[in-house]
């Protein structure tokens, strides 16, 4: 049994949506409803009533319920407690990263910071935007870097917690460069000849903003998924192979396009949606630990 289960079954508990439950755990709707069934295995009895509208739980799902929020919270309170013992580690400034930022964005800019402030000893826990968050708001990182978009902001109070802006990032269409260095795949297709698409998968925070991007498009993009995954990475290496036509952060396909192994695939800024690279903590009068590191990198970040 994993406790991402009970979080997941603690969230469709207080949504009673199998569909939005999915979208605010950063999964794909088959996946949350197979991790449900696999908590009902585990337990060997029905929890969901799936035959009413909206989803409500079955008599043992109320019970279980209830326990699965004690176990949580125990889970917790014991890793805050574990927390409390660390003595050693105080000068190890500890990030929460989505997997995208974390592969392109984090290298880069922590050498900047190292460059123009001083060296900085770093954890850094890769995960999906949701989980990141939730790493955030239960204390066990320090700092959480993430996309921000109007569209799609993160769900985080604004009494609690502050940010500052770290820059910019552009979402935008590549492909892969033919032998005369022009993209094997352009938009917009058509419904005759569609352009083969490697998508996010539909819970994934990118595949979101490239929701948003399709949506303001203004016309039919003419996409033909042929292929999904979570992580940007992924999709570049099947752009890379000639696969298809991948959405990409800039920053994840700077040496690419510098070696014209990848190249954009739309007409200059179309196509495109600009997001903010946003940093984040809890508010020192609200913080749980507060570590001199920390706070000398925030007001360092906080200066420039």
């Not at 800019?109 to 826990?125: H, I, P, S």
Request: with cysteine.
């Amino acid at each position: 049994m994993e406790t991402k289960w009970l979080e997941d079954f603690v969230s469709l508990a207080e949504t009673r949506s199998f569909s939005r439950s999915a979208q605010l755990r950063h999964v794909t709707q088959p996946a949350f409803s197979r991790r449900i069934q696999a908590l009902e295995a585990w337990t060997g009895i029905d929890l969901v009533d799936r035959s009413a509208y909206p989803t409500r739980l079955t008599p043992a799902g109320e019970t279980f319920h209830a326990q699965a929020l004690e176990i949580l919270d125990a889970l917790q309170a014991t890793r805050n407690l574990m927390r409390s013992h660390q003595v050693a580690g105080q000068d190890m400034v500890e990030f929460a990263v989505p997997h995208t930022l974390a592969f392109t964005f984090f290298p880069h800019w922590l050498m900047e910071v190292r460059q123009r402030f001083k060296a900085v000893k770093t954890r850094l826990t890769a995960l999906n935007v949701h989980d990141a968050v939730l790493r955030l708001t239960e204390g066990g990182c320090d700092l959480l870097i993430a996309y921000h978009h109007p569209s799609l902001p993160l769900q985080l109070s604004a009494d609690r917690y502050e940010m500052l802006s770290l820059g910019t990032e552009t979402l935008a269409p590549y492909a892969k460069a033919d032998a005369d260095g022009r993209p094997l795949f352009g938009l917009p297709g058509s419904a005759a000849a569609p352009v083969p698409f490697l998508s996010y998968a539909s819970g994934a925070y990118m595949g979101r903003l490239v929701d948003v991007i399709v949506k303001q498009a203004g016309q039919p993009l003419g996409l033909d998924p042929i292929y999904e995954t979570d992580m940007a990475e992924g999709l570049k290496a099947m752009a890379l192979e000639g696969h298809g036509l991948a959405f990409l952060p800039h920053s994840s396909v700077r040496k690419e396009l510098k070696g014209r192994r990848l190249v954009p695939a739309a007409a200059a800024w179309a196509f495109t949606l600009t997001m903010e690279v946003r940093i984040y903590r809890e508010r020192p009068e609200a913080a749980r630990k507060l570590k001199p590191a920390v706070q000398a990198l925030w007001d360092f970040l906080g200066s420039v």
